[in-house]
């Protein structure tokens, strides 16, 4: 299992203060963003980790995380020239995935639950984790049956057909890179992830699991300033890096 942090972006709900830093390297308490994903990744066990970043902030993560030594990890980097869509960081890290599978997590989400076992227990296909949220039309939206099955997948839907929001972890096998290269462009212009997940759905090969404890996209003011509060009181025992 290899693993990709997605920490592009230009972060323009976060200006002025991502006009000269990277979100994903704001602080959040007492760590920078991307510590918490890097904690998901390396608590799993996941020991070769890309981070995607755009091409103006690279010297900055290269300053902060160096060459993972520090973290026992080893660590590759590569440029997302401009956002795409979440799905092109598969074509991205083509080389780096080889035939391997790969756990991807966004560089601005943290998650309270841990899913090592998950991670470290998965074969083949496809795993998405869920959330039940209260305006689930903001993400993309999985409808599922009595066994939390996936029946559909939408991205940002005007009516969605429940209230379970697919956070930003995902775990697929090596043909994801052939998915994400025969994927097309949204309406929004953008390669949407959704669209590999339903490939994987359509195959019968989709697995949801249920995410139990807080999970924070942290990429507005209010969703940074509960992070922030949520960190300091629940997070720090649970912390690796």
């Known amino acids: 299992m290899r693993g990709i942090i997605l920490a592009g972006g230009s972060a323009t709900r976060l200006r002025p203060c991502t006009k000269i830093a990277s979100k994903q390297l704001l602080p959040v308490y007492n760590r920078p963003m991307i510590y918490y994903p890097l904690n998901t990744l390396i608590k799993a066990g996941i020991k070769e980790i890309l981070i995607i970043v755009a091409p103006e902030r690279a010297g900055d993560y290269l300053n902060l995380l160096g060459s993972g030594k520090e973290f026992g990890v080893k660590f590759t980097y590569e440029i997302q020239d401009q ?26 989400n943290i998650f309270e639950d841990d899913f090592s ?9 496809g795993k998405v984790f869920a959330k039940a949220v209260p305006d689930p039309e903001r993400f993309g939206v999985v409808e599922v049956d009595d066994n939390f099955k996936a029946i559909s997948i ?25 998915f994400a290269k ?5 309406a929004r212009g953008e390669l949407e992830i959704t669209e590999l997940q339903n490939r994987y759905l359509k195959l019968n090969e989709l697995e949801v699991v249920k995410v139990e404890g807080e999970w924070i996209d942290a990429g507005t003011f209010d969703s940074l300033l509960k992070a922030q509060n949520f960190v300091k009181e629940k997070m720090q ?3 690796v890096i």
Do not use: H, W
Not at 87 to 108: H, K, P, R, T, Y
Not at 117 to 125: A, C, R, T
């Open 83 to 108: 956002p795409k869509g979440l799905a092109e960081a598969f074509m991205i890290g083509e080389n780096f995935i080889d035939q391997e599978s790969v756990c991807m997590i966004l560089g601005d």
């Open 117 to 125: 076992k998950e991670i470290i227990n998965f074969k083949s296909g």
């Open 154 to 178: 939408v991205e940002k839907p005007k009516e969605p057909k429940s209230n379970l929001a697919l956070t930003g972890l995902y775990i697929f096998d090596s043909r994801v890179v052939g």
């Open 182 to 186: 025969e994927a097309k462009p949204s």
């Open 237 to 239: 025992d649970k912390m």
